[in-house]
């Protein structure tokens, strides 16, 4: 979708729309149609019953039908196509922006994809195989090329003029590229510098030469975190011999943006991401998304377990100890979780990166320290005057517990603060090192504590 | 910050910088800096000995300066701001763009506001104070006051001369607001509209009417939104009599929606949200953010010990099933996890609305009961030929493991779905209502379960 200048969008009035369908006042439709945002017509759609979705559709001009159906759920998409001659889809694929097609392609399910590649232009086809070459989440899978050239040898009147002839179709007029006889990105023009500039004024010397441009592989993150930092309308992107093919818009960027920070919090829940929204995708698929770590956080819990067992005579004789572990582990998962959520937010934000450590460390550790302490002075009041008889036996289960307590939030946060960074460093996604993996191995070594500390002042 | 048209960003070699305030070329300093994107400089800035920085700042450009302070880090800020005379403050905060001014004031100690506010004209002072006046995180506190006004009456070749006169100060050239004489929005107009137009045609009849506005109390967030769904470039906000006082641009609108998904982040993780960057927060101030939710989770964890407490008798005869409670309650928390963070980002999202808590539960209902019914089965084999001898007595127990396992999930996850629904309905912010809560409910649950289904099957 090209960054947006025609439309406001917003209200629109569904029961009127519908009116006009039922009383056949198909041009009155029509009319009011055009005036809307595709947002808000796809809306609509999305809206009608199945069944009429098609007959409805037909009614849209041209142009704005490829506008619309850019915008459509996949699933109307789809819909769609199947109700469509050989033709109508032609004209349709062959209307799209580059990238909302090949994005389209993604959604669609394999005969679908061969009916619209058999049916669009062999430019159009050629276009959209040139897209669907490069990796997946990558710079070149979510630009397009659909963007405006210009020769530095052009005067600014030149340029507007070139503009206003070529620029109907691009995904922006406001940033036009200066390229050489090899399409080598040579400069960046916008149409703010070609307003102010003397009509006669050379583009070689208004052009902004040093330029960021992201290459065809770069990752898409990268793209979107560079347009949101410099606060880009458009970012140019170069293949590896430096020509320019495509542009990221900042409106993909925001896409971008969104789909990365669900796909960090799918993470963080130990959830394999799916990109779909939760209501479209299947039960079997959302089953399959979360079992997996479920499981392997299962066989993890073994452990703790294992140090139970091991402890088991203890608790036999000691069974009030065991009042107190859910306690403890929980306190443990959430402090680790606390500060696992917090890096791995600053690292995918560039705000922590794994050279930052040592800093890192040192104020986990000042943070760790007084957190424990205060929860440790409440669990002892809370344990020794609440929970049990204030007697001198429970004076040390008490002191078992707080003591245990302080040390078992200390841990959680060195290990849920350094694990994100030690992942990060080696290459890996920290997002999954997040609560459920911290807590795992928190558990397990705030019993081991607690029991090591048991015996020791228990004397078990 | 406006949306940047002039600049590209990216590429610039730190060590010549350096060199050359360190051999005094200061004009070759100077020209290489205009060249660069004020992002960049701020961040050059940033990695200055803090005792240069005040020095270097007075070599840059009135309009240079202005730039890069606006993307300067606060503490860096407040440094040159106290280094500076009151005349040099004066230039700078006159300079800046009003949102720019307000997000500095809102950075600043109070004694350094006093003298900002004392030093800016009159009317930079009168905008400021307007836009203070908004609530926090609303619309009218991020708009920024410099935008394009033209009049329905004029020709396209008389806005263009206007946006030339006007334009060079206003944040965006792109998009211009037609307004009545009570500054009411008409209109809106696209540079591109104007382009493409005949050159003696009116505004009136080539503007945009069907335009979708702020108001200033409108929540950011939402703002945002409409920016992201709608690909649009700059969003009008207007006051309760319709009259147009502002804009939110895309640029600011991305800086919203990555501190919104920071906030909710931070809330899953039981953090009180604080908006600076991690390393920028002081060792109290995380303190303060993580404590309260790890007192009341541990206080809440209380249940669950009263709940161990009161079938300790059992516990001191089958210390086996001791072994197993983390497990369960590990599983418990992280399922409850899974479907409680997509819920909240789905609803955040808006791909999920209250209305659809049906449909929610009917899926995880059946997502609950499949990941259920593989947990359980792998955990029987796993502790009848495991962990256990695999003896008759242990096929009990294993059996009540694993059946305590396949309702703790089912019940984890409506539980993990339903809450941030419900919390969502009477208008609180869901995003509370993730792992450690659902964890802590589920821990209380999974083990009362284990308990009643274990004096069941083994007769306690």
Redesign the interface.
């Known amino acids: ?11 629109y009035d569904e029961e009127a729309l519908l009116a006009l369908l039922d009383n056949r006042q198909y041009s009155v439709f029509m009319q009011t149609v055009e ?3 595709p ?1 808000d017509v796809a809306e609509f759609f999305g809206r009608l019953p199945e069944e009429r979705q098609a007959a409805v559709f037909r009614l849209l001009k041209k142009d704005t039908a490829a506008e619309v159906f850019a915008e459509l759920e996949s699933d109307v998409q789809e819909r769609l196509i199947h109700a469509m001659s050989d033709r109508e889809i032609g004209v349709i694929v062959d209307d799209l922006f580059s990238d909302d097609a090949v994005t389209l392609l993604g959604e669609m399910p394999s005969s679908v994809v061969k009916r619209i590649m058999k049916n669009a232009k062999p430019e159009t086809r050629a276009e959209i195989n040139r897209l669907l070459s490069y990796p997946e989440d990558s710079a070149g899978s979510v630009m397009t090329g659909e963007f405006l050239e210009l020769r530095k040898s052009m005067t600014v009147t030149q340029a ?1 003029e070139t ?2 002839k070529t ?2 179709d691009k995904e922006t ?3 036009a590229y200066v390229t050489d006889a090899q399409r080598r990105l040579e400069g ?1 023009v ?4 070609l ?2 500039a003397a009509p006669d004024a050379i583009i070689e010397d208004i052009m ?1 030469t ?4 992201a290459t065809t592989h770069d990752d898409q993150e990268t793209v979107a975190a ?8 458009v970012m140019p992107v170069v293949d590896m011999e430096g020509r320019l093919v495509g542009i990221v818009t ?2 993909d ?3 971008v ?2 789909e990365e ?2 796909e ?3 993470k ?4 394999l991401p799916t990109d779909k ?3 479209k995708t299947s ?2 698929e ?2 399959k998304a ?2 997996p ?3 392997i ?3 993890s ?2 452990v ?3 140090i ?2 091991h402890y ?1 005579a203890a ?2 004789t000691w ?2 100890l ?6 403890i ?3 443990g ?3 680790g ?2 500060s ?4 791995i ?2 690292l995918s ?1 560039g ?2 990166v794994p050279g ?1 450590v040592l ?2 460390l040192w ?1 986990e550790l ?2 760790s320290l ?2 424990g302490i ?2 440790g002075l ?2 002892f009041v ?1 344990v020794f005057l ?2 049990l008889h204030a007697d001198s036996a429970n004076l040390i289960v008490a002191a078992v517990v707080s003591l245990t307590l302080v040390v078992t ?1 200390v841990l959680a946060k060195l290990v849920g603060a350094l694990l994100p960074i030690a992942v990060k460093k080696v290459g890996l996604d920290p997002a999954v090192m997040a ?2 993996f911290v ?2 191995i928190v ?1 397990a070594l705030s ?1 081991l504590l607690y029991f090591k500390i048991a015996s020791l002042l228990l004397g078990i």
């Open positions: 979708m090209s960054v947006n200048y025609e439309y406001t969008g917003g209200a005036e809307l945002n947002v507007v503009i206003r620029g109907l007029v406001y940033v960046v916008s149409l703010k510098d307003l102010f902004e040093n330029i960021t441009s560079a347009i949101s930092k410099y606060d880009l309308l900042v409106d960027a925001m896409d943006m969104e920070a669900t960090d919090i799918e963080m829940a130990a959830i929204p939760y209501l039960v079997s959302t089953v979360r079992v770590w479920l499981l956080l299962m066989l819990a073994t703790t377990g294992a139970i067992t088991e608790l036999g069974v009030v065991t009042a107190f572990m859910p306690m582990m929980g306190t998962g959430n402090a979780g606390q696992s959520m917090t890096i937010r600053s934000l705000e922590v930052d800093r890192v104020k000042r943070v007084l957190c205060v929860m409440a669990t809370k609440i929970d939030v609560s459920p807590t795992t558990d019993l």
